[in-house]
């Protein structure tokens, strides 16, 4: 009963928190989205995210029956039958939540004792963390096979069983000592319905076959915390384990173009790319066609050639304006990102004040600029977000601006008399709804005297 009861406020928790999950990222993408004009990354709701899968496959069983260390030979493996239904929410193209449910039978065989270990597992539930392993390597469009891994924790519920011609109870075998009878078998069974808590690891190999059914081929192994799977536990052995190789078929919910669990949000910005490629190179083909065409029709009508080719000459007058305006344009550009006037921002994660490794070559950049000009001062601001009180985030604001000033003093020698620091706490944010980007310290010119 206390197994059942467990089972079922483990589903009820983790579903409930994959629906809180889903809801509040829901309301945080519709503000975030209605306050960007532009973003390449895919928003998650753009995918199908839910899907449930049936999965079936042979069990082995690595438990004290199936090692030297409690009988004398290495015995044959007996494998058992396993039976699975999954439940999974993808978070990201990378990382989902999945809910694992599985019973079937586990068993081992011993020849010299005439062992035969056949233990039905009522159920073994786990919730896990899912990993999109081949989300981070495929770029190709339409690739059909992905690899996925999970790791979790959860309870599983069995019924051990062994049968052997050694005739012991459970003090005898806690004390290890035995008394045979090799022209009997014995049964035992008294351990009833038993419960233990396990840990799974998978890898699986999902292969495309329509838009809603994916094919998974999967080996999970499973560490259970005790030693009574074959009856033969014992207080020196602190875990058993099986394995289950299993192929499934997976159904994919929504209404979507793409599954999430197929998308590389890179390897689609790669392939953008290269369509505005074909698009660029499309349009040279085509105008170099005009203009052959053009030619001809000059050739053709003599009396209209000289009409004509002023009218090219000035298409392509006014082309190569656009194209120096166009090189102009993105030279000041660059100017103005490479030049002095640039001050960057230091960014921080939630309550830290420490400079990250990513920040290093922006701080170099301020530090060329005041090496540079000798008379110019900067104003170091420290910001945070609005998560925590007002104290609190004028003193981490403080923190990060002072941690700014001690790393160009520190590494780049820069004068201290310079560089002076303020606190501004959680006034300011420059982003409404984007915590992270208020996390900062910003600089400001004082003093730039040439």
Same mark, same amino acid.
């Given at each position: 009963?206390?197994?059942?009861?467990?089972?079922?406020?483990?589903?009820?928790?983790?579903? #409930?928190?994959?629906?809180?999950?889903?809801?509040?990222?829901?309301?945080?993408?519709?503000?975030?989205? @209605?306050?960007?004009?532009?973003?390449?990354?895919?928003?998650?709701?753009?995918?199908?995210?839910? @899907?449930?899968?049936?999965?079936?496959?042979?069990?082995?069983?690595?438990?004290?029956?199936?090692?030297?260390?409690?009988?004398?030979?290495?015995?044959? *493996?007996?494998?058992?039958?396993?039976?699975?239904?999954? *439940?999974?929410?993808?978070?990201?193209?990378?990382?989902?939540?999945?809910?694992?449910?599985?019973?079937?039978?586990?068993?081992?065989?011993?020849?010299?004792?005439?062992?035969?270990?056949?233990?039905?597992?009522?159920?073994?539930?786990?919730?896990?963390?899912?990993?999109?392993?081949?989300?981070?390597?495929?770029?190709?469009?339409?690739?059909?096979?992905?690899?996925?891994?999970?790791?979790?924790?959860?309870?599983?519920?069995?019924?051990?069983?062994?049968?052997?011609?050694?005739?012991?109870?459970?003090?005898?075998?806690?004390?290890?000592?035995?008394?045979?009878?090799?022209?009997?078998?014995?049964?035992?069974?008294?351990?009833?319905?038993?419960?233990?808590?396990?840990?799974?690891?998978?890898?699986?190999?999902?292969?495309?076959?329509?838009?809603?059914?994916?094919?998974?081929?999967?080996?999970?192994?499973?560490?259970?915390?005790?030693?009574?799977?074959?009856?033969?536990?014992?207080?020196?052995?602190?875990?058993?384990?099986? #394995?289950?190789?299993?192929?499934?078929?997976?159904?994919?919910?929504?209404?979507?173009?793409?599954?999430?669990?197929?998308?590389?949000?890179?390897?689609?910005?790669?392939?953008?790319?290269?369509?505005?490629?074909?698009?660029?190179?499309?349009?040279?083909?085509?105008?170099?066609?005009?203009?052959?065409?053009?030619?001809?029709?000059?050739?053709?009508?003599?009396?209209?050639?000289?009409?004509?080719?002023?009218?090219?000459?000035?298409?392509?007058?006014?082309?190569?304006?656009?194209?120096?305006?166009?090189?102009?344009?993105?030279?000041?550009?660059?100017?103005?990102?490479?030049?002095?006037?640039?001050?960057?921002?230091?960014?921080?994660?939630?309550?830290?004040?420490?400079?990250?490794?990513?920040?290093?070559?922006?701080?170099?950049?301020?530090?060329?600029?005041?090496?540079?000009?000798?008379?110019?001062?900067?104003?170091?601001?420290?910001?945070?977000?609005?998560?925590?009180?007002?104290?609190?985030?004028?003193?981490?604001?403080?923190?990060?601006?002072?941690?700014?000033?001690?790393?160009?003093?520190?590494?780049?020698?820069?004068?201290?008399?310079?560089?002076?620091?303020?606190?501004?706490?959680?006034?300011?944010?420059?982003?409404?709804?984007?915590?992270?980007?208020?996390?900062?310290?910003?600089?400001?010119?004082?003093?730039?005297?040439?």
């Amino acid at each position: 009963m206390k197994s059942i009861k467990f089972l079922f406020a483990g589903i009820v928790l983790a579903f #409930g928190s994959l629906t809180l999950f889903a809801q509040t990222q829901g309301s945080q993408q519709t503000t975030a989205s @209605s306050s960007q004009s532009f973003d390449l990354m895919p928003k998650r709701s753009d995918f199908n995210t839910w @899907s449930v899968g049936l999965n079936v496959g042979p069990s082995v069983f690595y438990g004290t029956i199936t090692s030297s260390a409690y009988y004398l030979q290495r015995p044959t *493996l007996n494998p058992g039958i396993f039976y699975g239904l999954t *439940l999974k929410k993808s978070l990201t193209h990378l990382l989902g939540l999945e809910a694992d449910l599985s019973m079937g039978d586990l068993k081992g065989k011993n020849d010299v004792h005439h062992a035969t270990m056949d233990t039905k597992v009522n159920y073994d539930f786990s919730i896990n963390g899912v990993f999109t392993i081949g989300n981070f390597t495929w770029l190709s469009r339409n690739h059909k096979i992905n690899f996925m891994g999970s790791v979790g924790f959860g309870q599983i519920s069995f019924l051990p069983k062994l049968t052997d011609d050694m005739k012991a109870d459970k003090a005898d075998i806690y004390q290890r000592t035995f008394k045979q009878y090799p022209d009997s078998l014995f049964q035992h069974t008294g351990l009833g319905n038993t419960s233990e808590f396990t840990f799974p690891v998978s890898l699986g190999v999902l292969y495309d076959l329509t838009h809603h059914i994916n094919l998974m081929l999967r080996y999970r192994y499973t560490v259970s915390m005790g030693s009574k799977m074959d009856y033969t536990w014992s207080p020196l052995v602190y875990s058993q384990s099986y #394995g289950w190789a299993s192929l499934g078929v997976i159904y994919i919910f929504g209404k979507k173009d793409r599954n999430i669990d197929w998308v590389n949000p890179i390897g689609d910005i790669y392939n953008q790319i290269a369509d505005v490629k074909k698009q660029i190179a499309g349009l040279a083909d085509t105008v170099k066609k005009q203009l052959a065409d053009e030619d001809q029709k000059m050739k053709d009508l003599q009396g209209k050639v000289d009409k004509q080719l002023g009218d090219v000459n000035t298409r392509i007058d006014s082309m190569k304006l656009n194209i120096n305006d166009m090189r102009t344009t993105i030279n000041n550009y660059n100017t103005t990102m490479s030049g002095d006037s640039y001050l960057p921002s230091l960014y921080f994660p939630i309550d830290g004040s420490t400079i990250q490794y990513i920040d290093y070559e922006r701080l170099a950049h301020l530090a060329k600029l005041l090496v540079n000009h000798p008379d110019m001062k900067l104003m170091i601001t420290g910001n945070c977000d609005e998560s925590a009180s007002n104290d609190y985030n004028k003193k981490l604001g403080q923190m990060r601006a002072d941690e700014a000033k001690k790393h160009l003093v520190k590494v780049y020698g820069i004068d201290a008399n310079r560089l002076m620091t303020e606190s501004k706490g959680k006034t300011e944010p420059f982003a409404k709804n984007i915590l992270a980007i208020n996390r900062r310290v910003d600089f400001t010119i004082i003093k730039n005297t040439k």
